[in-house]
């Protein structure tokens, strides 16, 4: 047969087009196919996995995978780590994995401040029971599990708040227009921006952009945190600009004059720092609609630039506070939707702002627990 003839990486290759069931035929009609489809270096089985959890349904195959001795064990933690909850809890016979691999589901799932439940169980445990806490809390109003719900807060000065409200009532807007009515800024319109979106949260940012009369009122790490110096949209691809204009005297009709100490120099210039100094995300691991992050995925999904041909046109800038929070996903885990009625909340702390933005560690001048100016 001229197909078995041919070299193992390109029959890899040809295999891992098929979908999930004509690859299990394949895998099981010679010996030269299953040894190809069972390595674990050349795993045909990942495209097709991966292209079943960028779906909203799955192959019929893919809940028993697991019992099939050709199918590598390590495309189990992709799956655990991606796929819906209920499918996890209700329909897949999972595998049996390691320890090591359990931990490496936890902490590529969940966001690193969810380790506080682990306590002492295994991690096996420790992810299942996260699990079906995370798909309880997603399809119920209860909050018996968290009461309070924890959030962070950039302010213009630098610094920043972990602050928290009850989770019976959290509402983030009323939350955020709170803030704006303590920095004056209630006449302006609340933006928000989907900065990332993981396999069941979502971190939304709430900000107000204007065109400042002063830099003064302008929070620098508000941007820093939305669009990290040097990562900018495919050029070719996108509308945005890479460059928002500062404001002149010109534009401020040499009222206020310019500070250079509260505005960093490369919002002022065109100076970025190079994206090579960044790192894709993998604990927590990016949902494929945002899988480049912090780089920027293409596909539309990744809008933390939306509104930047305006931005560049009239000189808009982040003023006020950036309230962060964590967004639990619905059932329907859709990538549009980011209507806050019927979903849930949960904490996002120091630990979960750090590792999807470490950047932000050096541009921080102080970590605030609790409401204040700190000391």
């Known amino acids: 047969m001229f197909f078995e003839s041919l070299p193992v990486e390109l029959i890899a290759e040809i295999l891992g087009e098929l979908d999930l069931e004509s690859l299990i035929m394949m895998s099981q009609l010679s010996k030269r196919f299953c040894l190809v489809a069972s390595d674990p270096s050349l795993n045909p089985w990942r495209r097709p996995i991966k292209r079943n959890l960028s779906n909203s349904s799955y192959e019929k195959e893919l809940k028993h995978l697991s019992v099939r001795t050709t199918v590598p064990r390590h495309n189990w933690v992709e799956i655990l780590a991606s796929a819906s909850p209920s499918f996890i809890l209700y329909e897949a016979t999972l595998p049996h994995l390691q320890a090591s691999e359990w931990e490496d589901c936890f902490k590529r799932r969940f966001l690193p401040s969810w380790v506080k439940w682990k306590k002492e169980s295994s991690w096996k445990e420790a992810y299942l029971k996260m699990l079906h806490r995370i798909w309880h809390r997603s399809t119920s109003s209860c909050t018996a599990d968290e009461s309070w719900t924890k959030y962070i807060v950039l302010n213009r000065s630098g610094s920043a708040n972990e602050l928290e409200a009850s989770s019976r009532n959290f509402n983030p807007m009323v939350v955020f227009n709170e803030i704006k009515l303590q920095s004056n800024l209630s006449h302006l319109e609340t933006r928000i921006r989907l900065v990332l979106q993981l396999a069941d949260v979502r971190i939304l940012a709430f900000g107000t952009l204007t065109k400042p009369r002063t830099n003064l009122t302008v929070n620098p790490n508000a941007r820093i945190f939305l669009n990290p110096p040097g990562i900018m949209p495919d050029s070719q691809n996108s509308p945005y600009y890479p ?69 560049d046109k009239h000189g808009l800038h982040w003023v006020g506070g950036l309230m962060i929070i964590a967004q639990l996903l619905g059932p329907s885990r859709d990538f549009e939707n980011a209507a806050f009625a019927g979903h849930q909340y949960a904490s996002f702390d120091w630990n979960d702002l750090l590792a999807i933005s470490p950047w932000m560690e050096e541009f921080i001048t102080q970590k605030i627990d609790g409401p204040g100016l700190g000391h």
């Open 243 to 311: 460059v928002p204009k500062p404001f002149t005297v010109v534009d401020d009709h040499g009222i206020y004059p310019l500070s250079a100490t509260t505005m960093p120099a490369f919002l002022l210039n065109n100076y970025h720092n190079p994206s090579s100094a960044y790192t894709r995300l993998s604990h927590p691991q990016p949902s494929y609609t945002h899988h480049n992050y912090p780089l920027f995925t293409p596909g539309g999904y990744d809008l933390r630039w939306a509104g930047y041909e305006d931005i």
